[in-house]
């Protein structure tokens, strides 16, 4: 491809969507890395350019698709370029894309990542798919690489980023089929990793000087259900895979994500009262408040279920701090069902959550479906959501002024710190302390935001890390 063979060819790699695509841009990365590719800091002046797309909403694909787009003159200013789409669109458009986008060189698809380097070399001049989904796929052994952290703490603040957390993937795909979801249909069936591979990679992580790890999967609670996981075959599940992690010494924060609430076990419940580094915050998507629309997304659980889990979350560890995802005007949806949404977010009152306006997906059930919500309407009722929840995110936080919090540095800045607390918040700290990012500080929170909090130092690092 390069005639000069002593310029080392240089990728450039944009993600969008889910913690699953970021996980598998690192992925994708370490393989360029491994070949001798190095990342470039401006997308246009790259060899390799990947995009990592997402298709879960129009918008999300629309993004993609328009860089997409405004890379043809990029190409044609550097004609070496190769143009690589990965991710949810590359699966469900295949073919297609090449030929609305000609200057793509590689349609790569989910079950396909690790086979990118091979790929890129062997695309000359034509487009390449390689999409493949198969029912019995094995997610890799997939060693990460970090760099090894520097031990004591004589840099000086700003020090340059360094990895402190880590997502790790633990199963792909889903098996649930919800109306409007393209998922199962991008990431194929659900398949769960194997637990010996997991944990493997947990120990790299935590020698690493990893400091957090969130567990990675479309349906968390499931894990291990669908496929054996051990090497003997005997039967386990998310609740134990959280366990066997949370014993790994060093590791001083665990978190996971999603989950779907009609598999919330009671064992997995408990988790949250008996393993003191399980971080009190539980992403539990419920999407609509009414049983009618709930039904119809087949969610295959009830408002009177979700508010169920949600009270004995609660009674396990009252501290918890929960967030949530919402579709406001699903197909059918009518005012009195929207009401109920609103009526659950008054309920439940959500520390956090993120909204949409349900979006047609190609492939899905429900972009059949022919009772569809005015635009206008479903943007009243997003707008309305956001309004309430935007007020109850502010209250839930206010509740945290004059408490003493744990908080992870995240960066160090000219001015302070910035942090996150264990149920997820951020905290900016208009001081600062000799630390490192990783190391937990316990901050005194003297002031709540909508989205973030403030706070000063109340005790430095040494005393409160584990
Ligand atoms: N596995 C997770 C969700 C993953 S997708 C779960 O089961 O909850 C992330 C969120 O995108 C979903 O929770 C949903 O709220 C939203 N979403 C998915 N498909 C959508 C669509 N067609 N229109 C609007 N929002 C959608
Ligand atoms: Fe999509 Fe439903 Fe699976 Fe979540 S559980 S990924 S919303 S099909
Ligand atoms: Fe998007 Fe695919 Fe994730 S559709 S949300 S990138 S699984």
Redesign the pocket.
Known sequence: MNKNTMKQLSFNIKTFG?QMNERDSEIMAQLLAEKGYVESIDIEDSDVVILNTCS???KAEQKAMSLLGALRKAKKRRPGMKICVAGCVAQQEGEELCERMPHVDLVIGTQNIYELTELLEATRGTSKVAISMSDAYEIPAFIPVLPKLLQGKELPPPFPARPFRKFLTIMQG?N?Y?T????PYTRGREISRKVEDIINEAHVLVDAGIHEITLLG??VNSYGRTNPVTTDGSEYSFSLLLREVAAIPGLKRLRFT???PKDLSPELMRCFNEIEILCPQFHL?V?SGSNAVLSKMNRKYTRELYLQRVEELRSFRPDIALST???VG?PGETDANFEQTMELLEHVRFHSS????????PG?R?ADFDDKVDELVKSQRLARFQKRQDEICLEQNSLYVGKNLPVMIEKVTEDGMVGRTETNHIVHIEEKIECLPGDIVHIAINHAGQHSLNGGISSTPATYNK
């Open positions: 889910c879960i909403r129009a889903c649930n919800c409007y979801c393209v998922v479309q349906n999603t989950s779907n998507p999407q995802d919402v579709i699903f993120f909204s949409f306006k349900y979006s047609d997906r899905t429900s």
